[in-house]
């Protein structure tokens, strides 16, 4: 276990390590960052934490790269808006990079990023926890692009950007997949052959992150459920479940890609897989017509032909939409059976993501669906949740009921922190 601080406690032998920079010819007291990044194919998600507390100071995006059409945007903790800016030429990670850093230098006045956390898709059998990216690292990881082809190159783009422009700047990897490795062996196998499963074609798990930090902050809240048996579905543009227990993943919905389990967006979740092979063989598709169709065709959108946004559905008319949510709703009830079965019983459910958080119907729905496992939401709670982590089930509740919203990016600020050299003084827990 890792040296770790209280949260709020600003101790006085991290306030030495602050230091004097050169600024405009002024001399300037500094206080050190963390930077979190999340590189998607189109997209830099970024955030800034300052030391000792990871209290965020911004956050932001660049979307839209390498259309020719990428724009940024940035806010401070309050919301507003601290940096905007539009390019008309294709922009691409590196460039992007470049563009985040000027800007956090420009308007970071008082502060350095002295570390960066990447959240990085796939971390294969091999790393169970964060670690620094270094080229060692960085080529074992590059080897694992054809697990996740979608979506590891652009994780590892913004590091080997940032390599070059900032050498020697601690930079570390957090995995969506490592907090999974520690499910027992039958809940990651797939009856293949051996050869096969010795090949790593295995249930790895994703939104890990997600699921790490629901598993740090519900004992604080409710301490007795530190060893509970915990269902938590992360229903956002991407969505999963995991079955948790003592802070330990035991199963998860998501399998060898981010691409099973439940209906997303517009991923179609889990499939026969008779039916690749038939759309293959029979129709005549591609395998990239097929991965389009699983990845980006499915899902809310396909079920709908209306939209893949939440949103949007709830507010149609249109009987499809409402098909769409209510499969949804469905494949959460079974998948919660089939969890709660690997745990065997049920005391803890939790909401996560941009559905889970925002969606009263959705949350009402499968509570519903759920009274079989002694799941009674309080439905005032439900309809208007403090903000914050909040438990919205009646007291009667054998299971109780929680919105915890997502904090991916606390947590890899939180990783990234407990791999500074040297460490931040020990003083207690993270915020
Ligand atoms: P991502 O997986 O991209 O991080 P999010 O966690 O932001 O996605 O979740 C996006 C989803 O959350 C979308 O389907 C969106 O419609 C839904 N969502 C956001 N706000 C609301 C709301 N107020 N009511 C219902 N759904 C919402």
Redesign the pocket.
């Known amino acids: 276990m890792r040296r770790r601080r209280a949260a709020g406690t600003a101790s006085a032998g991290y306030r030495d390590r602050q230091c004097q920079c050169q600024r405009g010819g002024t001399l300037m007291a500094t206080q050190d960052c963390i930077a979190v990044i999340n590189a998607g194919s189109s997209s830099i998600k970024f955030s800034l934490h300052a030391l000792p507390d990871l209290t965020p100071l911004f956050t932001g995006k660049i979307d839209g790269l390498y259309r020719g059409a990428a724009r940024f945007i940035a806010r401070d903790a309050a919301g507003h808006t601290v940096g905007e800016h539009a390019w008309t030429t294709p922009l691409d990670h590196q460039a992007g990079m470049e563009y985040l850093i000027d800007f956090a230098e420009s308007h970071l006045d008082g502060y350095r990023v002295c570390a960066v956390g990447h959240r990085i898709v796939h971390g294969g059998v091999d790393f169970s926890g964060p670690v620094p990216l270094d080229e060692a690292v960085l080529d074992r990881l590059t080897g694992l692009i054809p697990l996740a082809p979608l979506h590891l190159p652009h994780n590892l783009a913004p590091v080997r950007a940032l390599t070059a422009l900032r050498p020697g700047l601690l930079q570390v990897g957090c995995f969506d997949t490592a907090f999974h490795t520690a499910q027992p062996a039958l809940a990651q196998a797939f009856a293949l052959p051996q050869a096969i499963t010795d090949l790593g074609v295995r249930r790895y798990g994703f939104h890990g992150l997600s699921y790490e930090y629901i598993a740090a902050t519900l004992p604080l809240y409710d301490p007795a459920l530190a060893g509970a048996r915990v269902v938590a579905a992360?229903?956002?543009?991407?969505?999963s479940m995991c079955a948790m227990q003592g802070g330990r993943s035991m199963a998860s919905t998501m399998g060898f890609t981010a691409v099973d389990g439940l209906p997303?967006?517009t991923r179609c979740g889990a499939l026969d897989p008779g039916v690749v092979i038939y759309l293959i063989e029979e129709l005549g598709m591609t395998v990239e017509s097929v991965q389009r169709m699983m990845y980006n065709e499915s899902g809310?959108l396909g079920v709908s032909g209306v939209?893949?946004?939440?949103?949007?559905?709830?507010a149609s008319s249109d009987p499809r939409a409402q098909l769409a949510i209510d499969l949804l709703v469905y494949r959460i009830g079974r998948e919660l059976g089939s969890l709660a079965a690997s745990l065997g019983g049920l005391d803890a459910l939790v909401f996560?993501?941009?559905?889970?958080?925002?969606?009263?119907?959705?949350r009402a729905a499968v509570c519903r669906d759920a009274a079989w496992l002694g799941v009674e939401l309080d439905p005032a709670a439900n309809a208007a949740p403090p903000a914050g982590p909040a438990r919205i089930s009646l007291a009667s509740s054998r299971v109780a009921v929680w919105l915890v919203p997502?904090n991916e990016e606390l947590m890899i600020a939180r990783h990234t922190c407990d791999l500074l050299d040297p460490p931040l003084p020990e003083s207690g827990e993270h915020p």
């Open positions: 992360h229903l956002g543009n991407g969505a997303m967006g809310l939209s893949s946004d939440m949103r949007v559905l709830e996560s993501g941009g559905i889970g958080e925002n969606s009263a119907r959705l997502a």
